[in-house]
């Protein structure tokens, strides 16, 4: 298959475009212009997903992959603007490609969007992605994510997600502090399985849902931290301080209740150890660590 994918310089694009060109398919990565190719080198055209040129991009394409956006809840609280313009404007200009060159857009969402009303900034603007997919012509389908992690995030180039940072803070032996209630669970899913349930969720023309990927596995962060410490064969305390956290934070998610795509996911056991060598061995942590 012919694939266009966007955002290919973060952590969830990174990875989709790898895997995808490894496994044979013909992918066209796109970045906006001047996007810091955080994770590992990768051949990409660079053009604003907002931008109208964007969409010749999508001729010949059986779909999109849009990962462009604003992706974690502090920057939307930030920027509550910029995210509706890049988590909905930028869905709704690809869109309009995919109308002309007869491709289907499939837009990560986030189990947050579902919940109403939208607990912040960031569910409120994916919400709003999800509603231009819904209404517009050209055929898309939702995929809401719980907890993605994995090979391609990095804490330390800004990448934000539990275990990424508590990866990164095992593997320097400094302490993991868990702010809020520390029991709050997250269903975590391998970014490498999430490629595969996309991957067949084209293959099988699966446009026009709203499907969840998701284990169905609710973890503690507690749990998840003490995981991530012995993967790493370090001694950083996992500490919990507790207080207040902005809104949505101090929340449990997990799968929100729409069908779920079966596919089979590793659980955490094996899936956080394969995370922790990838993130040993980039260059982002050489001289950082110590483990």
Known sequence: MKLLVTGATGFLGWRSATLLRERGHEVVAL?????????????????DAGDPAARELVRGCAA???FAGVPDPASA??????????NAGTALNLLEGCAQHGAGLVYPSSVRAGVQPPPDEYALSKH???EVCRLHRARATVVRFTSVFGPGQLAWEGATGAIASFAARAL??????IQGDPDRTRDFTYVDDVVDALERIVAANRWDETLTIATGVSTPLRRAAALVVAAAGSDSPVETPGGNLPAGENESYRADGKPSLPFPTRPLE???????D?????????????A
């Open 278 to 290: 990838w993130l040993r061995c980039h260059p982002a942590a050489q001289g950082r660590t110590r």
């Open 77 to 86: 609280a930030a920027d509550p603007a910029r995210a509706v313009r890049e």
């Open 128 to 130: 709003l992605g999800e």
């Open 172 to 177: 320097e032996r400094a302490p993991i502090v």
């Open 64 to 66: 999109v992959l849009h």
């Open 31 to 47: 970045t906006r212009p001047g996007a810091r190719k955080h994770v590992g080198p990768i051949d990409a055209v660079e053009v």
């Open 270 to 276: 094996e899936a956080i150890p394969a995370y922790v």
